[in-house]
T-cell receptor, first 114, second 114 residues
Framework: DAMVIQNPRYQVTQFGKPVTLSCSQTLNHNVMYWYQQKSSQAPKLLFH???????NEADTPDNFQSRRPNTSFCFLDIRSPGLGDAAMYLC?????????????FGSGTQLSVL | AQKITQTQPGMFVQEKEAVTLDCTYDTSDQSYGLFWYKQPSSGEMIFLIYQGSYDEQNATEGRYSLNFQKARKSANLVISASQLGDSAMYFC???????????FGAGTTVTVRA
């Protein structure tokens, strides 16, 4: 029944070692988002895809990149993780035009940087 | 720019009692949407309830109701008959009609006591 699936649930990487987080959806939604959430803080939008169009938030560091090879999958690449990038990363989807345009979230990937 | 304010960082509530979580927002838009999400310790963001700015009736979903006061720009969440499983972080969020992205408040942690 899972509709937005994130893998892995926990990811440990080393300082400076590239890491990729993955997200897939079975909802066929146009929009996919990546949020970063640090402990006890609000989720912060990094970027989103509307279909194939990539939309970066103005304050998202260049260290963060994303790929969406098809409707179902979206990846978050962190090129050189720093200690400050340790956080929960949440993937979400939505269908603009739906009655309330709510976001459907995955369970998140908790990233640790050693 | 939009701003969502949740002034209660943490609340305790007795099981079976009701609790109100405050949310105020600031926007110059006429059309917008207001959302509440629940985030248990597992990390997943769970949609609870939605209120459109043009909706005249307060939204309700089971034990959740949204006390929408448009003139005061507030959208408080009321959880009735609290259960132990309601212990979680609760986020208020807002979207604009021409911008499907969500902006989140800082969240309120609710702890339900037996």
């Amino acid at each position: 029944d899972a509709m937005v699936i994130q893998n892995p649930r926990y990811q440990v990487t080393q300082f400076g070692k590239p890491v990729t987080l993955s997200c897939s959806q079975t909802l066929n939604h146009n929009v996919m988002y990546w949020y970063q959430q640090k402990s006890s803080q609000a989720p912060k939008l990094l970027f989103h895809y509307y279909d194939k169009d990539f939309n970066n938030e103005a304050d998202t560091p260049d260290n963060f990149q994303s790929r969406r090879p098809n409707t179902s999958f979206c990846f978050l690449d962190i090129r050189s993780p720093g200690l400050g990038d340790a956080a929960m990363y949440l993937c979400a989807t939505s269908y603009p035009g739906a009655a309330n345009e709510k976001l459907f979230f995955g369970s998140g990937t908790q990233l640790s940087v050693l | 720019a939009q701003k969502i304010t949740q002034t209660q960082p943490g609340m305790f509530v007795q099981e079976k009692e009701a609790v109100t979580l405050d949310c105020t927002y600031d926007t110059s838009d006429q059309s917008y949407g207001l959302f509440w999400y629940k985030q248990p310790s597992s990390g997943e963001m769970i949609f609870l309830i939605y209120q459109g700015s043009y909706d005249e009736q307060n939204a309700t979903e089971g034990r959740y109701s949204l006390n929408f006061q448009k003139a005061r720009k507030s959208a408080n969440l009321v959880i009735s008959a609290s259960q132990l499983g309601d212990s979680a972080m609760y986020f208020c969020a807002m979207s604009r009609s021409n911008d499907y992205k969500l902006s989140f408040g800082a969240g309120t942690t609710v702890t339900v006591r037996a």
